[in-house]
């Protein structure tokens, strides 16, 4: 490789001249991806919608989980778009069992908490519109970016992705919460290697090398690392990997043992892929083929059920987890604001009719999710009532 040392002064300028635009190019991406679409006239606006109240009832001590495999980053499914939408629509009794949840406390004890729904109306089972396409991890071109400096990382939406130990990646969602995808602790029958003792790392500058000296390399990351309190699991998943139902609740929330002192995304009801500025998703996590990298990634939402969205991000192995977020205007603030709208399920390889079919997929947060996942946050529903 040649040295800039030994090109002539106009070649190197050329040379810093291209890197410049290159960055710039990022930044403009990372910037006008999240405002107004070229062309459009208004801003893009939350949509007002109705949250129910998901209420725990009862809790019972259940048997100590055994922790026998380890998590598995990809999915494993025989459903798809079409399969999902022919699914049976559940009963209100139905939906009780899929967001009844377990709860996995530190010190070992697993407890199951039955819950009771109000004001949820079923109508809302009406899927929206969507085409289905085949999908895969990386789409022609690698459009992900490896988010550098300390500027960025240690700064808000990114300082907002967290790495879990158990290999995926997670999105602060509260003074103490974590968002992540349930297979990352639980592979639908029982609770991973590691569950036990999850820890949620958090980059910062590493202050000193391996000697103990101060590091002067300033692009130098390490993980900080908070141990998990409890975790908590919808039984919607809790009934053997990827079924058919199991896949729309792909999510879990984890309260760490201390408060992390950083800002926290909000969490809200996911629009319809339509309303989303330019039909567009974005999320950030830690890719497992760049170790040690916050990756990010942005792209255009494809299909979509009631439950799960379907999207051309390109994304590998340790994204899984990570928190699907858009922004948009919020009329009622007169503010703009950023949301976690889904969390990423993973890279899914579906066999259809014999025929293997991939799909990147993210579980959208719907109107009883949030009401869930806000409780767990909050611990009461009044101040659930906004998604």
Same mark, same amino acid.
């Given at each position: 490789m040649k040295s800039f040392i030994s090109e002539s002064p106009a070649r190197v300028n050329r040379c810093f001249t291209f890197m410049a635009s290159s960055v710039q190019a990022v930044l403009l991406s990372l910037l006008l991806v999240s405002r107004i679409t070229p062309g459009s006239s208004q801003k893009p606006l939350w949509p007002q919608q109705h949250v129910p109240v998901v209420w725990p009832q009862q809790t019972e001590e259940l048997a100590a989980p055994h922790f026998l495999h380890p998590a598995q980053l990809q999915v494993m499914s025989s459903c798809g778009p079409e399969c999902h939408r022919q699914a049976p629509t559940p009963s209100y009794r139905d939906l009780r069992h899929f967001l009844s949840y377990e709860t996995l406390h530190s010190s070992g004890q697993l407890t199951e908490t039955a819950v009771d729904i109000y004001g949820f109306d079923s109508n809302a089972f009406k899927t929206p519109a969507g085409r289905s396409r085949t999908k895969r991890q990386i789409f022609g071109h690698d459009s992900r970016f490896s988010i550098v400096g300390h500027d960025f990382l240690l700064n808000y939406p990114f300082s907002a992705a967290v790495k879990l130990s158990t290999g995926c990646s997670g999105t602060l969602v509260g003074d103490r919460h974590v968002l992540t995808a349930a297979h990352c602790v639980h592979d639908g029958k029982n609770y991973v290697k590691g569950a036990q003792k999850l820890r949620v790392g958090f980059l910062k500058a590493q202050q000193k090398d391996s000697l103990g000296r101060n590091n002067t390399n300033a692009a130098k990351m390490k993980f900080q690392w908070i141990r998990v309190k409890r975790t908590h699991v919808p039984k919607g998943w809790i009934k053997g990997n990827a079924n058919d139902i199991g896949m729309d609740y792909d999510y879990s929330l984890l309260e760490l043992k201390k408060a992390h002192k950083r800002r926290h995304m909000k969490l809200g009801i996911s629009p319809? +892929?339509? =309303?989303?500025?330019?039909?567009? #998703?974005?999320?950030?996590?830690?890719?497992?083929?760049?170790?040690?990298?916050?990756?990010?990634?942005?792209?255009?939402?494809?299909?979509?059920?009631?439950?799960?969205?379907?999207?051309?991000?390109?994304?590998?192995?340790?994204?899984?987890?990570?928190?699907?977020?858009?922004?948009?205007?919020?009329?009622?603030?007169?503010?703009?604001?950023?949301?976690?709208?889904?969390?990423?399920?993973?890279?899914?390889?579906?066999?259809?009719?014999? +025929?293997? =079919?991939?799909?990147?997929?993210? #579980?959208?947060?719907?109107?009883l999710k949030y009401a869930q996942i806000c409780y767990w946050i909050k611990g009461n529903y009044v101040d659930c009532r906004e998604g």
């Open positions: 319809s +892929a339509k =309303q989303l500025p330019g039909k567009r #998703v974005q999320f950030s996590g830690f890719d497992n083929d760049r170790p040690g990298n916050l990756v990010y990634r942005f792209c255009q939402a494809g299909d979509e059920t009631y439950d799960l969205l379907y999207q051309r991000c390109d994304a590998q192995p340790g994204a899984s987890g990570s928190g699907v977020y858009a922004r948009m205007w919020n009329r009622r603030r007169r503010r703009w604001e950023r949301k976690v709208i889904g969390i990423f399920s993973g890279h899914q390889w579906v066999d259809i009719g014999g +025929a293997s =079919q991939e799909f990147n997929v993210a #579980v959208r947060i719907t109107p």
